[in-house]
């Protein structure tokens, strides 16, 4: 069966490093090219192998429009600006374009959902297994607890990180009022600072840590008088992320245009 052809925006980045030793270690996948924003170091400079330093043959160029007519699907791990034009490429050349970028606007969010009239869309805040097992239970322990369990979401990630909270407690959050039926937006508390006064009733809250070099942190906890649940997943390396996103791109040939996420993927979707 041919390969498919996987693009990387964003090739110099953490993930976009992690994603080219990825690409090259799965026999289905071929790593057709590498681009980076304008004025970047890596720009011109030859794709390495990251672990063995073998040379791909490709160079790191700024031609997103190039790279995304010559692959089947392209792997964005960037930032929200250069997502949305990353997706406006995708539905001008039919492109699958697989999302891991975080901290979208509502705006943006839309943007690519306009894109995936034309072209296949797959979105996820977080592309790991364990993680998308993890949105599940939370879903289902949020639809069997009653608000005598206030839920509470908390983060840790590396320093470096630039959005808050992360888009994997974000989707936690979405999950846990989904099990309860209600909606996030208006039953959240994102931030707490000085006389808050007592917790509201109902409400989910967010709890944000930064520091050193941790991967991805992610704990859910259904807090009651006397009683706690405490579901946790923690990331070691990036490579998890990574192996969701190229199985994502796997997935994603021949498909029908639409917008996707990794529960169509690992056949987790309701
Ligand atoms: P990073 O800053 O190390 O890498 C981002 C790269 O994108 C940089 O090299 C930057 O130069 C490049 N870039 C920016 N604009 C570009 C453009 N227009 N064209 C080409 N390249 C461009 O960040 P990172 O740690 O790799 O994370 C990137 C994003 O992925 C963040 O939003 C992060 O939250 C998210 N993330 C998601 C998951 C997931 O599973 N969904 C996992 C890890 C990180």
Known sequence: MAKTRIGIVGCAGRMGRTLIREILATDAAMLIGGTEQPGHAAVGKPILDPESHV?????????????????DAVIDFTCPT??????????????ALIIGTTGLS????????TASERTVILQAANFSLGVNLLLALTEEVARRLNED????????????????P?????????AAAAGRGVDLAQNSDRVRDGITGARQRGHI????????????????????DNERIELTHKAADRAIFARGAVAAALWSKDRAPGYYGMADVLGFAR
């Open 55 to 71: 040379d791909t043959g490709l160079l790191v160029t700024t031609d997103a429009l190039a790279m995304f007519e010559a692959a």
């Open 82 to 95: 250069a997502t949305v034009y990353h997706a406006h490429l995708a539905s001008q050349t039919k492109t």
């Open 106 to 113: 509502a705006a943006q969010s839309a943007d690519l959902k």
């Open 149 to 164: 369990f206030d839920i509470e979401i908390l983060e840790m990630h590396h320093r470096l990180k630039v959005d808050a």
């Open 166 to 174: 992360s888009g994997t407690a974000v989707a936690l959050g979405q």
């Open 205 to 224: 809250g967010f709890a944000t840590l930064r520091g050193g070099n941790v991967v991805g942190d992610h704990t859910v906890i259904f807090a009651a």
